[in-house]
């Protein structure tokens, strides 16, 4: 998601609140990568030659920031989350294709897609993978 605005902490939790989302699994994976990015971005202010690496990171923060935000509409928009509900979601393919290998329709295969990415980033988070490794 392309955006010139730049997002912080409390003007996310205010449209959280505003527009009632949820942090749910998904959107916590997205905002543990967003945080790992703002304390990149501390560490490497604090050493000199590291300004490429600081606005690298500081546009990769904002980047899962707002993928998180993303997450929570359209999260609430299908009435499913992409984690905790997985199951339900799976099953529902596979009452319709029968089989995940011939899931032929854009919108099933980008939400499968995205299921897919989440489960594999909350796993390198829960096994402390540095994030250069996944994004």
């Known amino acids: 998601m392309v955006?010139?605005?730049q997002l912080n902490q409390q003007e996310l939790e205010k449209i959280f609140r505003e527009q009632k989302l949820h942090v749910t699994?998904?959107?916590?994976?997205?905002?543990?990568?967003?945080?790992?990015c703002a304390d990149r971005v501390r560490i490497l202010k604090?050493?000199?030659?590291?300004?490429?690496?600081?606005?690298?990171?500081e546009d990769l923060k904002q980047k899962f920031m707002w993928k998180?935000?993303?997450?929570?509409?359209?999260?609430?928009?299908?009435?499913?989350?992409?984690i905790e509900?997985?199951?339900?979601?799976k099953d529902r393919l596979r009452q319709?294709?029968?089989d995940l290998d011939f899931v032929t329709d854009l919108d099933d295969l980008r939400a499968l897609l995205e299921v897919t990415r989440l489960e594999n980033i909350q796993q390198f988070i829960k096994d402390n993978v540095a994030i250069e490794q996944f994004i």
């Open 46 to 57: 604090k050493t000199p030659g590291f300004e490429k690496q600081v606005d690298k990171f």
């Open 3 to 5: 955006t010139t605005k």
């Open 25 to 36: 699994a998904a959107v916590n994976a997205y905002l543990d990568i967003a945080r790992q």
């Open 96 to 98: 319709k294709y029968n």
């Open 68 to 82: 998180a935000l993303k997450t929570a509409m359209v999260e609430k928009e299908q009435h499913w989350r992409f």
């Open 85 to 89: 509900d997985v199951d339900y979601f």
